[in-house]
C-alpha cells in the first residue's frame, strides 16, 4: 500500500520492525492522508516530516506519538478519575512541549508558512480511542462536562482549567495554545482511527488480502450531536466506504501567526476557542473511537 513512500530518515525499515512500529504507523497514516487529498510531498527534507504543497499554499507537518511510560500507572479506586483528567493531559503536554521546543518555525523555508502538530496516543492499549478528550482540554485549557439541566435534558458545559498534578511530578499548566511560542503552532491534527485497524480495513477495501475474511466495526461517534452514539458496520458489505480522513480532527489554534485554512482538510472535523468555550464544526459522521474485529475463515 505504501509503495511509493520515501524513507528520508534512512531508517524506516529498522525502526517500523523493532521499537519505533507505533510511530512509524502514525507516520505513514499521515502520508497515505495527504496523498488521498492530493498535496504535493517535498521529502527533500528529514524535518519537518511533511512539506505539502497544494492550491492554497504550503505547509508543514510534523508528526508526533505519546509513547508507553516505563511504569503503568495505578488507575484503580481514588487515582481513577486523577489519571484521566490529568495524567493522560500530561503526557499529551510533554509530547507537544518537546516538539515546541524545536522551534522548527525559525528554519527559513518553514517561516511564515502554516506549521501544525500531528499527534497520535500510543501510551496504553487502545488509548486513542478513549483519549481524544484530554487532548482537547490540554489544549484549549477548557474541560467539558455533560450534565443534565434543570429540564432533565443533557446539555454540554464548559469549565476552565488551570494546571494538571500528578505525583511527585511538577505540575504542568493547562493551554498548550497559551504557551510563550505556540502561536507559531497553526493547529494540530489527532485521528483515533489513524492506526493499524485503518490499515487493515482501507487494504480490504482496495482489494487486498482474502476476500472470505470479514471485518466488522463499531464504536462511538458523532451525528449532529454534542453527545457521542453508538455505530457498527460491516466492513466486507458492498456497502461500506471510507477515506482516509475520516475521523480526523483539526484543533486550530486561536492565537497562531500563519492560521492553517480550514478548506486544508475538507473532509475533517474543525474545532477552536472563543470565550472560554468550544466551537467545532464536525462532518455528518466522524468516529471519535472503535474496535475492528477480524473474523477469518475456518
Not at 60 to 67: C, D, K, L, R, S
Not at 121 to 143: G, T
Not at 148 to 172: C, F, H, L
Request: with cysteine.
Amino acid at each position: 500500500m505504501m509503495h511509493y513512500f520515501e524513507d528520508v530518515d534512512g531508517n524506516f525499515i529498522q525502526q517500523f520492525q523493532s521499537d519505533g512500529f507505533d510511530a512509524r504507523i502514525w507516520e505513514l497514516y499521515l502520508y497515505a492522508l495527504l496523498n488521498e487529498l492530493g498535496y504535493g510531498l517535498d521529502r527533500a527534507h528529514a524535518a519537518p516530516d511533511f512539506h505539502c504543497q497544494g492550491l492554497l499554499g504550503d505547509f508543514f507537518i510534523e508528526a508526533t506519538t505519546i509513547n508507553p511510560s516505563g511504569v503503568v500507572p495505578d488507575v484503580d479506586g481514588s487515582n481513577r478519575q486523577a489519571y484521566f483528567e490529568h495524567y493522560v493531559a500530561m503526557k499529551y503536554g510533554s509530547a507537544l512541549f518537546s516538539k515546541l521546543r524545536r522551534r522548527y518555525w525559525e528554519r527559513p523555508r518553514v517561516a511564515r508558512h502554516p506549521f501544525v502538530l500531528a499527534i497520535q496516543d500510543f501510551h496504553a492499549p487502545h488509548a486513542m480511542a478513549w483519549s481524544n478528550s484530554a487532548l482537547v482540554e490540554y489544549l484549549y485549557a477548557i474541560r467539558q462536562v455533560e450534565r443534565v439541566n434543570a429540564e432533565g435534558n443533557s446539555e454540554v458545559m464548559s469549565e476552565q482549567v488551570t494546571e494538571y498534578r500528578w505525583g511527585d511530578k511538577p505540575p504542568i499548566p493547562a493551554g498548550f495554545f497559551l504557551l510563550p511560542d505556540s502561536e507559531n503552532i497553526s493547529a494540530v491534527l489527532a485521528n483515533p482511527s489513524g492506526t493499524l485497524p485503518k490499515f487493515n480495513r482501507m487494504g480490504f477495501l482496495a482489494g487486498f488480502g482474502d476476500r472470505d475474511i470479514k471485518m466488522v466495526r463499531g464504536g462511538y461517534c458523532y451525528k449532529g450531536s454534542l453527545i457521542p452514539e453508538t455505530f457498527s458496520a460491516e466492513i466486507h458489505a458492498p456497502e461500506y466506504t471510507e477515506t482516509w480522513c475520516e475521523g480526523l480532527s483539526v484543533y486550530h489554534n486561536p492565537h497562531a501567526r500563519a492560521p492553517l485554512p480550514p478548506e486544508s482538510f475538507p473532509c475533517a472535523a474543525h474545532h477552536t476557542s472563543r470565550s472560554g468555550r468550544i466551537l467545532s464544526r464536525q462532518p455528518a459522521f466522524h468516529p471519535i473511537g472503535s474496535t475492528t474485529h477480524i473474523i477469518v475463515p475456518t
